[in-house]
């Protein structure tokens, strides 16, 4: 199965017995100006959804300082979030392949901007955990997959390509919502921050609702979670294996300035710029390696790829014990963590058969990661804690758990095609 591949468009109807679409509809433009303004709203989309999760190492270390809570509490607000921005997208996925793709992006978007505000109204730990862990993250698994599911309908040999590019406003927007929040803070204070985030939001929002442009007919019919899905032994090895990726990969995000400041003896402000680091050198990888899954090594081949090369960057953090050292690791972290993230989506992509599932099956991956995300950073923190604020035993669990998600990666790829080598997939 090639990377993109859709199997028997000939078929009139499913499994289920809706009816499928047409050849016609299952020949994707792979181009034009309607094709990549989804991309651009995909991308805003994910500055969103994903740039501002990204951005709670920030939040973390401003609560620690005015809080004075443990790592493992506080990271409780921030893994909430993150959970329901997963959690939420087999429902939100439903939706968008039964067309309703602005009223979810509206919904969603709305929930985003209100809890971002209340959060700057905050003062007690329980407030911040309803408004920012609560509010915003269910805003979060509301709004990422409808642009998702479009974007696949658009695209076919260039699926991974573009679906990269609009991951690269992961990236993008993991950037801008910490800067706003860390540079203004001194400026104009905390809550006058937030609500700065909250205006860059509203207006990503209303942009990316405003090029939305659905393709495919909806799929009134089936049911909200797949289950016949899971009984492909690749798609299941897929999801273990996006469990464990997702366990261990916000153990970086939430840790990479704590780390800095608390090991190393960064200031808070040079630490924060180690996170912008990071995310803004995870932007140039996401398109590079969607092009190369598209054209020379297949999405899943390169993942499992870049997830081990990941796993084994988390492995160098252990040996990292100066400044130059730390600018040295962020610099790999970020290009690796980009890489990962930005085949993920493709990967799964070439394994759906029906473009009309996409957003469905994708949900129901995301929905089983959601657990991930919600223990992996407490228990990171957790691990530091116990171990009196040293960091190595945090480093030896997240790299071993992410070369165990590569294995299965790898594993999900040889149950798809056999012990073949030279198969792009």
């Known amino acids: 199965m090639g990377a993109g591949c859709i199997a028997h468009p000939d078929l009139s109807s499913d499994s289920e017995g809706s009816i499928l679409p047409t050849n016609d509809e299952f020949n994707p433009p792979d181009g034009g100006l309607v094709a990549w303004s989804q991309v651009a709203a995909g991308c805003l989309v994910n500055m969103m959804a994903w740039g501002y999760p990204s951005t709670f190492g ?237 054209r020379y090594i297949g999405p899943i081949n390169l993942f499992s790829s870049a997830i081990f090369l990941l796993g084994i960057v988390s492995f160098a953090w252990i040996g990292v014990t100066t400044r130059t050292g730390m600018y040295i690791f962020t610099v790999f972290f970020g290009l690796s963590n980009g890489a990962a993230q930005g085949v993920f989506v493709g990967s799964l992509a070439s394994l759906t058969k029906d473009p009309r599932k996409m957003g469905t099956r994708f949900g129901m991956v995301c929905t089983i990661a959601a657990f991930a995300t919600l223990a992996g950073p407490p228990t990171s923190g957790a691990i530091i804690d116990r171990s009196g604020g040293r960091y190595t035993w945090a480093q030896i669990w997240a790299g071993l758990v992410i070369i165990l998600s590569a294995l299965m990666m790898a594993s999900a790829r040889v149950a798809a095609t056999g012990m073949r080598l030279k198969v792009k997939i």
Not at 62 to 84: C, H, K, N, V
Not at 207 to 215: C, K
Not at 260 to 277: E, K, P
């Open 58 to 294: 920030v939040y973390q270390l401003y609560y620690r300082d005015t809080l004075g809570l443990p790592e493992a509490q506080i990271s409780w607000i921030g893994s909430l979030q993150t959970f329901l921005a997963f959690f939420l997208c087999t429902l939100s996925g439903r939706l968008a392949d039964a067309g309703y793709v602005r009223s979810t992006v509206v919904a969603g978007s709305f929930l985003i901007v209100f809890g971002t505000f209340m959060t700057s109204l905050a003062t007690r730990y329980w407030e911040i955990f309803l408004a920012q862990g609560l509010c915003t993250g269910i805003g979060l698994g509301i709004v990422f997959m409808p642009p998702l599911a479009i974007i696949n309908s658009y695209f076919n040999k260039k699926r991974s390509y573009a679906l990269a590019m609009a991951a690269t406003g992961t990236g993008i927007g993991s950037v801008v919502f910490p800067a706003t929040i860390q540079y203004l803070i001194p400026r104009i204070g905390f809550p006058w921050a937030v609500r700065c985030s909250a205006f860059v939001a509203l207006f990503i929002s209303v942009a990316s609702i405003l090029l939305l442009r659905p393709r495919l007919s909806p799929r009134k019919s089936g049911p909200l979670v797949e289950w016949q899905a899971f009984k492909e032994l690749p798609y299941t090895l897929f999801a273990i294996g996006g469990f464990l990726f997702f366990w261990a990969l916000y153990f970086g995000f939430f840790f990479v300035n704590a780390y800095a400041r608390n090991v190393i003896g960064f200031s808070t402000t040079d630490s924060v710029q180690l996170l912008l680091i990071v995310n803004g050198l995870s932007v140039p990888s996401r398109p590079v390696v969607g092009y190369l899954a598209d």
